[in-house]
Structures are given as structure tokens and as C-alpha cells.
């Protein structure tokens, strides 16, 4: 599971190289990369969360990863985690937090932003 959750860690640092810069390959091109790789491996779901979790936490990689990828994936794990932090503190991060929380929605936000999700191309 290490070699996978390396992967999946790596994919995240492409994405925050990325975010807002104009390089060959687009930042929703990286977002779709660790979805479709989180998609490919079930069996990891739990450590997905986890790393899900820390870029919560951390910031090693965009919010944008944890919103784009719940938004398909719908995981009640970081979901009920979200809310979580959401209600015990006043976290500078809540505006990251709540983005997130919309991905469960039916329909979402921020889903204008990224072609994936019908935004405009």
C-alpha cells in the first residue's frame, strides 16, 4: 500500500505545482489524475482519507483536490470530517472547509470552475 499512497502523494505534489500556474498540463488535468488514480484503487480508501485528511490539515496540496475528487466520490468519511472541524472551531481554513462540504450537494458550487464537471471548456 506504501508504493500506491507514494503515488497518490506525488499526483498531489503535481497539482500544487499546477495551481495557478500555466504549464503544459492544466491544474484540472492534475485533479482528474488523483481522482481517476483514487478511483482506480478501492482498496485504499481508507488511506485516502487519510491523506485526504492532511491536505485538510497541512496544505500539501490544493483544498481544490479534496473538493474536486468528493464531489464523484461522496465519501461520508471526510464529509463527517469536514463538518466536524467545522463545528468545534473557528478555523481561518472554514471558507476551504465549507467549499468542500458543497461537493456533497446536489448540486454544486464551484462546479462551473472545471470542464470535468460541465464548466466551460
Not at 469536514?82 to 472554514?94: E, G, N, T, W
Request: net charge negative; with cysteine.
Amino acid at each position: 500500500m506504501k508504493p500506491l499512497m507514494d503515488q497518490f502523494d506525488r499526483l498531489c505534489q503535481q497539482a500544487q505545482s499546477a495551481f495557478g500556474e500555466e504549464g503544459e498540463r492544466s491544474y484540472e488535468a492534475t485533479l482528474i489524475d488523483i481522482l481517476n488514480f483514487v478511483k482506480r484503487h478501492p482498496q485504499c480508501r481508507a488511506g485516502f482519507v487519510e491523506r485526504f485528511k492532511l491536505i485538510l490539515n497541512v496544505g500539501n496540496a490544493p483544498f481544490e483536490a479534496v473538493a474536486f475528487c468528493m464531489r464523484e466520490l461522496q465519501w461520508f468519511e471526510l464529509r463527517d470530517y469536514v463538518s466536524a472541524v467545522l463545528q468545534s472551531s473557528v478555523d481561518p481554513r472554514s471558507q476551504a472547509l465549507t467549499s468542500v462540504l458543497s461537493a456533497y450537494d446536489e448540486v454544486w458550487p464551484d462546479a462551473d470552475l472545471y470542464r470535468y464537471y460541465g464548466g466551460p471548456a
